[in-house]
């Protein structure tokens, strides 16, 4: 299982980013998706999680109401749009299977200035 994590960068606190996520060496279309993220000094937690269908979705407080997690089963890939960015959401950024499996990607890095 191969998972690639892209968008992450640099932004300042109310921008928006959207992260991608290709998967592959999986069924995709089966598995429940998530991103999750890792602060420094943190332990990583599960952001955003979306089932194999993508009809239902469910996200962390710290998130609820400004990302939004999506995927699109025929490009096997899994989104997190991420709007209204705030300091504290600088993490590594990580896609995984929900549950998850161990096979993470390298994540992709997002730093939040105020």
């Known amino acids: 299982v191969q998972l690639v994590e892209s968008g992450g960068g640099l932004a300042q606190a109310g921008d928006s980013l959207r992260l991608s996520c290709a998967a592959s060496?999986?069924?995709?279309?089966?598995?429940?998706m998530g991103w999750f993220r890792q602060a420094p000094g943190k332990q990583r937690i599960l952001v955003a999680a979306i089932n194999s269908g993508g009809s239902s979705t469910n996200y962390a407080d710290s998130v609820k109401g400004r990302f939004t997690i999506s995927r699109d089963n025929a490009k096997n890939t899994v989104y997190l749009q991420m709007n209204s960015l705030r300091p504290e959401g600088t993490a590594v950024y990580y896609c995984?299977?929900?549950?998850?499996?161990?096979?993470w990607g390298q994540g992709t890095q997002v730093t939040v200035s105020s």
């Open positions: 060496g999986l069924t995709f279309s089966i598995n429940g």
């Open positions: 995984n299977t929900v549950p998850w499996g161990d096979y």
